[in-house]
């Protein structure tokens, strides 16, 4: 096993430092992204979103009280792009502490 504690991981990318990254559903909301680390603990279903307890990695990115419902991921260059199911659109995550909607639509986006 390489990582645990995910919920339902719906998009993987590769850095191009070759960092994975993973866009996941959150329970209702606090959906995450997160930088995987070998034998690393996401900790679903102890903690979400800002939650922490010793032993487990904290997200990378969290959506709070709202919900993107993210689908594929992918790099573009440096960037970490997703798409999102309820959010309707394509994100990029700018920093550790933001994903920004740079595409929308009247649709589901399910990849990029």
Request: proline share 4%; aromatic share 10%; charged share 20%.
């Amino acid at each position: 096993m390489y990582s645990l504690g995910h919920r339902n991981p719906q998009g993987l990318g590769w850095s191009p430092e070759g960092e994975l990254f993973v866009a996941e559903h959150g329970e209702n909301a606090h959906d995450e992204i997160n930088l995987i680390e070998a034998g690393g603990d996401y900790g679903w279903p102890t903690v979400e979103g800002d939650e922490n307890e010793d032993g487990l990695v904290a997200p990378y990115l969290h959506s709070g009280i709202e919900t993107w419902a993210p689908s594929g991921a992918a790099f573009a260059g440096d960037e970490f792009v997703f798409a999102a199911l309820r959010g309707t659109g394509v994100y990029v995550v700018t920093d550790a502490d933001t994903a920004e909607m740079v595409f929308t639509s009247d649709e589901r986006v399910r990849a990029v």
